[in-house]
């Protein structure tokens, strides 16, 4: 029996694989691990500034939020919108579009793959980081770490899915990475990988939380860090930001997928 | 501005048909559309019962489409890796999956290639790879894009005898392109060309020869030199060097003028020729018209 095309089979086949796909690249995701340490410097900046009193979050909390950003963030980067435009250019998704699987699968697959494999290095980033800053050091209990995890999942799944809303795009435009970079801006001031939404004035926290942005990072992050929170509320948001996109990828997608005429085969 | 137009045919089950065309002609297009990557603007497309666009589950386990140098195969990994997942996706049990992996690599002779990543594959074991993976689901429609192109001469006639081994043992219907004439000629009774997005012919391949070049190759060697005005009346003089002939003549005209000849001239041997097809397609290509 199959569940949105998928049954176990399928989902062990495509996550094996694609983890040993990965393991190929384990060199590269390692200096990706790497390269996703703007929180760190982050946390420099923000220690060293007279403006930390305005977050809201005292110096063992804002060490833990820093952290938890960039582990949430290792584990919900997506990259489908720069996979799909080079599978669409280059004519590869002609045949995963003549299979019985819909080929979003294949790319979720990957990124879980991806996660695996970075998972290592993610580890022993954060290792350093308490090393270097033994007082920050703490182990969230079980159903922290699961609620957490159940966070970054949900924050994957809006990532992937709102990039999935541009890469759609590719079936009328070749150049819809270009149109990724549009977002990527709000998503590093808005998302909470700078700065905790605290930082912001009233007004725009107000209005951000409006936006798929702070669900991201900041109520992830806040979950794993121990932050007081809102649960119910952050995790209702992200619920319904997944409803909310879920369709609208599947409606653009078949529409794109009706005017897709194969390119570069 | 259309791609094709017009363009009407029905193939029976179990049947090869070659199609055939130059570069732009619209080949291409027609097999996406057969294959359900295209929806026609207009028309009726009908695949095994199914319409292509609608791309049923049940329909897509019935075809698969084979794009020359384009590959289904994950690069980094060997096709075997592939392999298990497209049984997966096929919903092909993993008995049944090994059985047909094994017959399909005999009849490929892939052995240990498939536990080599693909990027250590020769361009030609790659295609049989992908063969291989494009058929482990023992599609009832094969759509074949150049599936030969780049091949070495050897690789080229494996490929083809496995395609004809294919279809004699599975009764699958196969739409084959291809540039090399021979592919056509080794596998497909029946071709189609098609020109500027429409069907030009659709029958037997020496009767295409016929249309394409409507002439007959009559070549002669005499017992005495003739001067050139001799043949005039005769046909279309091509060459003629001391006593070799060598004349195109309409066939509606062969027998009279078979007929002047031997009166006119002693003979010392006659040959009525069939321009070579592979001759005539080639030259179709080169020009990309008719």
């Known amino acids: 029996m199959r569940i949105f095309g998928l049954n176990w089979r399928i989902i062990r086949a495509l996550l094996s694989s694609q983890y040993a796909h990965m393991l190929e690249y384990r060199a590269e995701i390692a200096l990706w691990a790497l390269s996703g340490v703007l929180p760190f410097i982050m946390l420099s900046l923000w220690s060293g500034s007279a403006a930390r009193a305005e977050l809201g979050l005292d110096g063992v909390a804002l060490d833990r939020y820093f952290l ?63 090393l270097i800053q033994p007082q920050a050091f ?76 702070p669900y991201l ?49 | 501005m259309s791609a094709v137009k017009g363009v009407s045919f029905s193939i029976a089950p179990g049947e090869m048909v070659g199609f055939l065309g130059a570069n732009g002609a619209g080949k291409t297009t027609t097999l996406k559309m057969l294959c359900g990557l295209i929806h026609p603007s207009a028309g009726e497309v009908l695949v095994a019962g199914h319409r292509p666009q609608r791309r049923h589950p049940d329909f897509l386990r019935r075809i698969t489409l084979v794009m020359g140098q384009k590959q289904q195969l994950i690069w980094d990994l060997p ?74 001469v050897n690789a080229q006639m494996r490929v083809r005898q496995f395609l004809a081994d294919y279809n004699r043992r599975t009764g699958a219907t196969v739409l084959l392109t291809s540039h090399y004439m021979a592919d056509i000629t080794a596998l497909c009774p029946r071709v ?13 391949l020496d009767r295409l020869a016929s249309r394409l070049a409507p002439e007959r190759h009559v070549r002669l060697e005499l017992e005495q030199p003739a001067p050139a005005e001799a043949f005039a009346a005769l046909g279309q003089l091509d060459r003629l060097e001391n006593c070799e002939v060598n004349l195109r003549v309409d066939p509606a005209l062969l027998t009279s003028v078979l007929a002047q000849i031997l009166a006119r001239f002693e003979v010392r041997d006659l040959e009525v020729n069939d321009p070579p097809i592979d001759q005539l397609i080639g030259e179709l290509f080169r020009q990309g018209s008719l």
């Open chain 1, 68 to 130: 938890s950003a960039f582990l949430v963030r290792q584990f919900s980067v997506v990259w489908v919108v720069y996979a799909f435009e080079e599978d669409a250019l280059l004519g590869r998704l002609s045949p995963y579009l003549l299979q019985p699987l819909h080929p979003l699968w294949r790319y979720v697959a990957a990124h879980l793959g991806e996660q695996l494999t970075r998972l290592p290095f993610a580890a022993l980033i954060a290792a350093l980081f308490f």
């Open chain 1, 138 to 213: 703490w182990v969230p209990s079980l159903g922290g770490l699961l609620l957490a995890w159940m966070a970054t999942w949900m924050a994957f799944a809006i990532a992937f899915l709102l990039q999935s809303l541009i890469a759609s795009l590719c079936f009328w435009s070749e150049k819809a990475t270009a149109l990724e970079r549009l977002l990527f801006l709000p998503f590093l001031f808005f998302s909470g990988l700078l700065a905790p939404l605290t930082a912001f004035p009233p007004a725009v926290r107000a209005w951000v939380q409006w936006t798929p942005f």
């Open chain 2, 79 to 152: 096709p075997m890796d592939s392999l298990r997942v497209n049984a997966a996706v096929y919903g092909i049990p993993d008995r049944v999956a090994r059985r047909r992996i094994n017959e399909l690599s005999d009849l490929l002779e892939l052995g240990e290639e498939l536990t080599r990543p693909v990027r250590k594959l020769s361009l030609g074991q790659r295609m049989k790879a992908e063969l291989l993976a494009a058929l482990l689901h023992e599609p009832e429609v094969l759509f074949l894009d150049e599936p030969t192109l780049g091949l070495d």
């Open chain 1, 217 to 265: 990072i900041d109520f992830p992050a806040r979950v794993l860090s121990g932050d007081p929170v809102n649960l119910a509320g952050g995790f209702a948001a992200q619920l319904g930001w997944v409803l909310l996109l879920l369709p609208l990828v599947l409606l653009l997608w078949r529409a794109g997928v009706r005017r897709y005429s194969a390119m570069g085969a």
């Open chain 2, 192 to 204: 189609m060309l098609i020109h500027q997005g429409q069907l030009f012919h659709d029958g037997a």
